[in-house]
């Protein structure tokens, strides 16, 4: 007997425990309504609603820095952009102080044609920082640049 009033009371919990509301699941960007902008000096808000914030230094490049090499003493560092116009290289000097340059290979918005027409992600640069290298798949012949 003490086993059926029991169920009967835990049936009765449970059916208790029903939610009639009906409320929509809503999920939303934590960007809310705002668009993505870059933000050079703070918070940029990306094209998927999420925020970021770089730590440290940026720099502006050209777009779709794939490849990324940085020398062994730390004071340069050079990108392969590819993707879109302009396929090119950006080679980023005296990293280790306040003004360091940038320089773009092809400078410009468009890129030399077949010059760096399928840079990827094929850098490097030689333990003495001396010379960067850039490899380039060209058909069935292969280049350092």
Not at 20 to 29: G, K, L, M, R, V
Not at 87 to 101: A, F, G, K, V, Y
Not at 128 to 143: H, T, V
């Amino acid at each position: 007997m003490k086993q059926i009033i029991l169920i009967a009371i835990a049936l009765a919990l449970l059916l208790s425990c029903n939610n009639d509301n009906e409320s929509p699941w809503i999920i939303t960007a934590p960007a809310g309504s705002e668009f993505c902008k870059i933000d050079t000096k703070g918070k940029s808000i990306l094209p998927n609603g999420r925020f970021i914030e770089p730590v440290g230094k940026s720099y502006l490049l050209a777009p779709h820095p794939y490849g990324l090499v940085l020398s062994p003493d730390g004071k340069i560092a050079v990108t392969a952009n590819s993707g879109t116009n302009p396929l090119s290289i950006s080679i980023i000097r005296n990293l280790d102080t306040d003004n360091p340059d940038l320089q773009q290979v092809p400078p410009g918005p468009t890129t030399d044609k077949g010059v760096l027409a399928s840079v990827f992600m094929g850098l490097a640069i030689t333990p003495d920082s001396k010379k960067s290298l850039c490899f380039r798949r060209a058909g069935k012949q292969d280049l350092f640049i």
